[in-house]
């Protein structure tokens, strides 16, 4: 099935970036880039150090603002002034292993910025967090989507790999977020860390959620990426189904050594 | 042995509550003249200063910051406010308020600097550390103002239904810092920006504002200790706020507040305070010679670092998951827990 097919399919696109550009002093990091991406598809984004893909990330995650170009999410064009408004529409980004932070409990985890207060209106106005409230719902959400857990309270530093991969996975998918953003989320992992990382990008394409993944390492992009986005000197060079093209041709799309397209 | 895991839980992450009971114990069987309700008032109130400051300092080392400029901003302020009172003959009221001012401005510029600009903390504060003391030093000329009259001298010495006003001070201050920390979203917010920076900003947290308003709190924790000793000493006098800073950091650190930022509990912090405060006014009770006395500050120190270990091994601790992986490796000392189960 090649692209044009699976977008006939799916009907809109949840994000369209177009013609997006974005330079930081006479340094043109991104050059009017534009690509679409649709529910359930994961693109692996590479390029070569300064190729511009960590910039277009923070772009569609609301760190930065563009120069040019629109971002569309959902059919709506959208801007971003920080984070919490990318967040708000459904985009989150994952960086190192997972985002989590290991000094809070779960429950804290998946609200973390996301509080619920209350539960009257004089605590929800003196900003008193409703806790009892988010740990319920944490477990009523870990159990509608068949995640088992131990209690909200433990740490996420007592939680074993596979357990902290259930926790992203929920932060995600609870709050409906359908595009997850990740920048190099393998970076100096081990094994048995990686492996849990690249199935979390597995498990929320099996969600319906729609993955942007930035990687070195052309074994993992290959492995769970649909569709692989090439960038070199701020510029999309290349766009096509994985199927299309080997690690070796990647290399060379990469390094500017093979021109395709 | 359901109710006793929580306890034995509990009383694992705060050793340092037991450690402080030991050490009440200890001073009591040496001196007879230690557990008295006018030593435990004099404990109190020579605490309750730095009560004040450990507050937002804490905070600040959660969030992966620190504040070393708090003695220097009280000695600053308080010939300021000399000066303003004694020289200008400004009212004792009006003098307060714009130290207070003068203090919340100072912190929120090393924020500014630091949390926006992006400036090292430890630099930041040290410069200020150096600077707000020798400031002091300028418009005082070595010279101690004193006399503020009996009105200024109740922040000091006053009570209020047989407590002192430092201490009730400092008890808002701690019910204030329970409030914002546990109630509000702030303490998870300060513990992930502390955790990971770039996590917390990506997750849409408020990365440089709450390290900036933080720096203004500390400021102004600091300005109110330095008006209380100006209080307690009806003087401004240069010899304010030496050493605070290492004596609040010890309290903070002992506490259980990681250095690096990330975890820490504000309870313990009260402990790590109170530890201190009992040290210090022990030894005084026991006649040891004062010379001494930054030694066991010293060594309280390094037992800080030790109970960080401590603390971050006792966060490791794997829930089991059997299914998932293999049984988790434990350390000997981990194995009694598991036992219990």
């Known amino acids: ?261 | 042995m359901r109710i006793a895991r929580p306890f034995i839980n509990w009383s694992q992450r705060n050793g340092l509550f037991f450690a402080y009971l030991g050490l009440v114990l200890f001073f009591a069987l040496s001196s007879g003249r230690f557990l008295t309700t006018s030593n435990v008032q004099v404990i109190l109130v020579q605490i309750s200063v730095f009560g004040i400051i450990a507050v937002p300092g804490a905070m600040l080392i959660l969030s992966g910051y620190i504040d070393l400029s708090i003695g220097s901003l009280a000695v600053f302020v308080s010939i300021v406010f000399g000066e303003l009172v004694v020289t200008r003959g400004m009212s004792t009221v009006w003098a307060t308020v714009v130290v207070l001012l003068i203090g919340l401005s100072w912190g929120l510029s090393q924020g500014f600097l630091i949390a926006r600009l992006g400036f090292s903390p430890i630099v930041v504060t040290l410069g200020s550390l150096a600077g707000a003391r020798g400031l002091g030093e300028y418009i005082s000329k070595g010279q101690n103002q004193y006399g503020f009259g009996p009105g200024f001298g109740e922040l000091g010495n006053g009570q209020w239904l047989g407590i002192d006003i430092p201490v009730w001070v400092c008890a808002v201050a701690f019910v204030l810092g329970a409030y914002v920390w546990y109630q509000m979203p702030y303490g998870r917010h300060m513990t992930a920006i502390g955790s990971d920076r770039a996590v917390a900003r990506s997750l849409g947290i408020a990365v440089k504002r709450i390290p900036l308003l933080l720096y203004g709190a500390s400021g102004l924790a600091a300005t109110l200790g330095g008006l209380i000793v100006t209080s307690q000493l009806d003087g401004s006098s240069l010899s304010i706020g030496v050493g605070w800073e290492l004596q609040v950091l010890t309290g903070i650190l002992l506490g259980g507040v990681a250095f690096t930022g990330g975890r820490g509990s504000l309870f313990g912090v009260l402990i790590g305070i109170l530890f201190i405060g009992t040290l210090t006014n022990g030894l005084i009770v026991l006649n040891i010679s004062p010379y001494l006395q930054n030694v066991a500050v010293g060594i309280a120190l390094v037992f800080a670092a030790a109970l960080d270990v401590l603390y971050q091994r006792l966060d490791r601790i794997p829930v089991a998951d059997p299914k998932e992986e293999g049984q988790p490796r434990l350390r000997a000392s981990l194995k009694l827990r598991r036992r219990q189960r």
């Not at chain 1, 529910?39 to 760190?63: M, R, W």
């Not at chain 1, 900003?127 to 209690?151: A, I, N, Q, T, W």
């Not at chain 1, 609870?174 to 990686?194: C, F, N, R, Y």
């Not at chain 1, 099996?206 to 990426?225: C, D, K, P, Y």
């Open chain 1, 1 to 261: 099935m090649n692209a044009r097919a699976a977008a006939d399919e799916r009907g809109t696109p949840v994000l369209e970036v177009r013609a997006l550009s974005k330079s930081f002093g006479a340094v043109r990091a991104v050059r009017d880039v534009s690509f679409s991406l649709f529910a359930g598809e994961v693109i692996g984004l590479v390029g070569d150090n300064g190729a511009g893909k960590s910039t277009l990330v923070s772009i569609v995650s609301g760190g930065l603002k563009p120069d040019v170009g629109q971002i569309v999410v959902d059919g709506a064009d959208r801007t971003f002034e920080n984070p919490s408004q990318a967040r708000a529409r459904g985009i989150e980004t994952v960086f190192q292993f997972l985002s989590l932070v290991p000094t809070l409990d779960i429950a804290e985890n998946v609200f973390l910025n996301r509080e619920v207060y209350g539960p009257t209106r004089v605590l929800r106005w003196l900003k008193r967090m409703h806790k009892s409230e988010m740990r319920r719902s944490v477990v009523r959400g870990f159990e509608r989507l068949g995640l088992s857990l131990p209690p909200p309270r433990t740490k996420v530093a007592a939680l074993s790999g596979g357990q902290r991969q259930a926790v992203a996975i929920a932060r995600v998918v609870l709050w409906g977020s359908h595009i997850v953003l990740m920048d190099e989320p393998a970076a100096s992992l081990g094994v048995k860390q990686t492996e849990i990382v690249l199935s979390f990008v597995e498990r929320l394409k099996a969600q319906g959620v729609a993955v942007i993944f930035i990687s070195h390492n052309m074994e993992h992009v290959l492995r769970v990426s649909d569709r692989i986005v090439v960038m070199r000197l701020g510029e999309k060079v290349f766009d096509a189904p994985r199927s299309d093209v080997t690690a070796m041709e990647l290399v060379g799309l990469i390094t500017g050594a093979t021109t395709l397209v």
